[in-house]
């Protein structure tokens, strides 16, 4: 049985991969998201939840988009 911090490292690992057939040349994007909660301080009187990373490409005329985890400051 793993323990929880190398589950939770095998996690973290995992969402830097990319999905089959995603590009190697692909846009790194920095968001901040909303979270929809009407009373959520950080949303109402900043740019919301975040910096997080995501991997940004072109297949055809749909854009595709990875999470690929939590940007470091």
């Known amino acids: 049985m793993k323990s929880r911090q190398n589950r939770k490292k ?3 690992e995992g ?8 590009p190697r040349e692909h846009a790194k994007r ?4 909303r979270c929809g909660d009407r009373a959520c301080r950080t949303c109402r009187e900043g740019r919301g939840h ?4 995501y991997a940004v490409w072109r297949e055809g ?3 595709k ?9």
């Open 10 to 12: 095998d996690v973290l």
């Open 61 to 63: 005329k749909t854009v």
């Open 30 to 33: 920095i968001e901040y998201r």
């Open 50 to 53: 975040g910096p997080y990373l």
């Open 15 to 22: 969402q830097w991969q990319l999905p089959l057939g995603a």
């Open 65 to 73: 988009r990875k999470y690929l985890g939590k940007a470091r400051p």
